[in-house]
């Protein structure tokens, strides 16, 4: 079965650095997504992107976060200098875009960013 | 906006008992509703989901759950809960004129279950 993969699973930083998390998702999707969770925290939507471009966005996605599908088959969140607050567990997921809202959202396992 | 409560941050069940699960929503337009399961060191399987039609909805491993809209809630059970069935349980809701398809998490619950 088709499933979304992430790399690494595990990065640890130094606060200020750069860091590219980077997921795969299923092929023949068309809407792709970054969530984290903090640790002991909900689950929370980030970014959709779609057709080249950001769908939606929340309020956590400020300047110091950017996504980009670099080719076909990857999709990458940048944070460009990274805080103590960014550490959390990244998902990335993607969907069809068939049906919209009651599309499945298909969920990698996460990369655990600690920032230090 | 849309909300999600699920009570309870863990319950524990015995092996063979049901297990309820409950998740409460808030949203200001008809919701899509969904139930993820994530076990250790995996990431968010989905379960179920409710968009439109029968408001009993069946999902993979015998679990279940049933779309009130008057009591806005999406409550999850299962009739004989396995060893298996530990893991942590998200509920999540939508909009269903979402463009950006934006879905909103609960805290979760994690289930345990005793032998």
């Known amino acids: 079965e088709p499933e979304v993969t992430q790399t690494p699973s595990h990065q640890v930083t130094q606060m200020g650095q750069e860091v590219i998390l980077r997921c795969v998702p299923i092929?023949?999707?068309?809407?792709f997504y970054w969530y984290r969770q903090i640790l002991g925290q909900k689950v929370e939507f980030l970014v959709s992107f779609y057709n080249n471009e950001i769908s939606e966005k929340s309020e956590i996605f400020d300047d110091q976060f950017s996504v980009e599908r670099p080719d076909g088959s990857n999709f990458t969140l940048k944070i460009r200098s990274t805080k103590l607050e960014d550490s959390a567990m990244y998902f990335c997921?993607?969907?069809?875009?068939?049906?919209?809202?009651?599309?499945?959202?298909?969920f990698g396992p996460g990369t655990r960013l600690t920032v230090l | 906006a849309q909300s999600v409560t699920q009570l309870g941050s863990h319950v524990s069940v015995s092996e063979g008992a049901l297990v309820l699960l409950r998740c409460n929503y808030s949203s200001s337009v008809p919701p899509y509703l969904f139930w993820y399961v994530q076990y250790p060191n995996q990431g968010l399987q989905l379960l179920l989901k409710?968009?439109?039609?029968?408001?009993l909805v069946k999902g993979i491993n015998g679990f279940e759950a049933e779309f009130k809209k008057s009591e806005t809630s999406f409550h999850l059970t299962k009739p004989s809960a396995h060893m298996s069935d530990a893991a942590e349980y998200f509920c999540a809701v939508i909009r269903s004129d979402a463009a950006g398809n934006k879905l909103t998490f609960g805290g979760g619950t994690r289930v345990l279950v005793k032998p």
């Open positions: 409710y968009t439109t039609g029968a408001t």
């Open positions: 092929s023949n999707h068309l809407y």
């Open positions: 997921a993607s969907s069809e875009g068939m049906t919209g809202a009651a599309d499945t959202q298909y």
